[in-house]
């Protein structure tokens, strides 16, 4: 069974930083894209970033451009967000799926969401 | 301001068949597929319609999808009260990078 687990949020100040993970298991981690996609409390869905099998092909919004920073182990099976210079409007709840085929918007697998608050 | 424009909100009653717009660009939907989730309340988006059209295994074929051109739809038929959900379209962009609409809020009456 395919299973994505978000750890890592919390509260920080303004300014501050925050690094996710996502835990992957029940399927070939290293064979597949992954992205992070947030929902701001009472807002929609916003694409985040992805990272290609072998991290060779990274992408960010420009909302968080030249902030965070994707990242993966597949020796532990490991998605990563750091997450540096926080503002108020990054408040949202952060979700890792799994991109079926890369570059494209087709994500099969979610996890449950880790919520970040940016406040002081 | 979503890239992708959806309507936001939808409504039907039980049996009724509705259908969700997503307006997008030749930089999106025009030269890529088109994606739909659905989103119950409180839980983590759920891949409906991959590939403008296909529905994976387990999505009733109450569930549809279309594309033409720069827009693609959503269509829900023999509508259910469990079908009462947030519904995203969501497509590659040139831009490199994912873009989804602003999401319609679905009501069933």
């Known amino acids: 069974e395919v299973q994505l687990v978000e750890s890592g949020g919390g509260l920080v100040n303004p300014g501050g930083s925050l690094r996710l993970s996502c835990a992957a298991s029940g399927f070939t981690f290293s064979s597949y894209s992954m992205i992070w996609v947030r929902q701001a409390p009472g807002k929609g869905l916003e694409w985040v970033s992805s990272?290609?099998?072998?991290?060779?092909?990274?992408y960010y919004a420009d909302s968080v451009k030249g902030r965070f920073t994707i990242s993966r182990d597949n020796a532990k099976n490991s998605l990563y967000l750091q997450m540096n210079s926080l503002r108020a409007e990054d408040t949202a709840v952060y979700y890792c799926a799994r991109d079926v085929s890369g570059s494209s918007a087709e994500f099969d697998y979610w996890g449950q969401g880790t919520l970040v608050t940016v406040s002081s | 301001q979503s890239v992708l424009t959806q309507p936001p909100s939808a409504s039907g009653t039980p049996g009724q068949r509705v259908t969700i717009s997503c307006s997008g660009s030749s930089s999106n939907i025009g030269t890529n597929y088109v994606y739909w989730y659905q989103q119950l309340p409180g839980t983590a988006p759920k891949l409906l319609i991959y590939e403008n059209n296909q529905r994976p295994s387990g999505v009733p074929d109450r569930f549809s999808g279309s594309k033409s051109g720069t827009s693609a739809s959503l269509a829900i038929s023999g509508l259910r009260s469990e079908d009462e959900a947030d519904y995203y379209c969501a497509a590659w962009d040139a831009s490199l990078s994912g873009v989804f609409g602003g999401g319609t809020k679905l009501t069933v009456l």
């Open positions: 990272i290609s099998s072998s991290s060779s092909h990274i």
